[in-house]
């Protein structure tokens, strides 16, 4: 793949986090299109009142899309929660686990949920028979999201481009209105990499985010002036002598 250019590929860039000032910051930055959170994001940034979270956050993100997930781990628990969920906003998307703790598929949960018109993120993707499980779970339903968690996979030692290329496959032979997401970013060459193999929304946190639109501001000369300036202002605040 060619190195990234000085603009950002034709995907949409979602902020992966549960820090209100961070989604406040990006509510208001026309390159970001919406967020993702979750149930461990939550507990990270000290959330212990669900619902109210929820609800303030939906307020500050000026119409964006946003998800929120489930926490239950039986179907019909989740199938509650979801539908309450549905009701906070019509921004919502509600992250549905593409299996539970015991290993048990939630495909019939989620074809309920999109006869029900709830629209969903399908998240913990690791597989291409989850994926082809989902997308029929959601084909015909409203606009949703399918969640490949593309960098928890590498760093497991998988390559993840042969399974978002699958995916990026069956979304687009089962329903076009399920959209492709790579998850779980770990660097930004990995919007590059996402918008090639044709997902359309990438979610990383806001360190990442905050490169990509850094991009094109510097040439290979700058980064290399910049890195050994580094070496040389560390050195001589550590005294180093021979």
């Not at 999201?145 to 687009?172: E, K, N, T, W, Y």
């Not at 290979?220 to 002598?241: C, P």
Request: proline share 7%.
């Amino acid at each position: 793949m060619s190195a990234p250019s000085s603009t950002v590929p034709p995907i949409q860039l979602f902020l992966d986090g549960a820090d209100r000032a961070q989604i406040q910051e990006f509510a208001k930055d026309p390159m970001i299109h919406g967020f993702t959170t979750n149930p461990s994001l939550m507990r990270k940034s000290g959330v212990t009142a669900y619902e109210a979270f929820c609800r303030e956050i939906i307020t500050q993100t000026q119409g964006k899309p946003i998800s929120f997930e489930v926490f239950a781990d039986d179907l019909p628990e989740m199938e509650r929660q979801a539908k309450i969920i549905a009701t906070w906003g019509k921004n919502l998307h509600v992250k549905i686990p593409v299996i539970n703790s015991r290993g048990e598929s939630t495909g019939p949960l989620i074809r309920r949920l999109a006869d029900a018109g709830v629209p969903m993120n399908i998240t913990a993707v690791f597989t291409i028979e989850q994926a082809y499980t989902a997308a029929q779970a959601l084909k015909g339903g409203p606009g949703s999201l399918l969640s490949v968690f593309a960098g928890r996979l590498a760093d497991a030692g998988h390559d993840p481009v042969p399974l978002i290329q699958g995916c990026a496959q069956i979304c687009q032979d089962l329903d076009p209105k399920i959209s492709l997401l790579w998850a779980s970013t770990r660097e930004p060459y990995n919007v590059l990499q996402a918008a090639q193999l044709g997902c359309r929304v990438i979610t990383a946190p806001m360190d990442v985010l905050k490169k990509v639109k850094g991009w094109g501001t510097k040439s290979g000369l700058d980064l290399s002036l910049d890195t050994v300036r580094t070496f040389k202002t560390d050195s001589e605040a550590a005294g180093f002598k021979l």
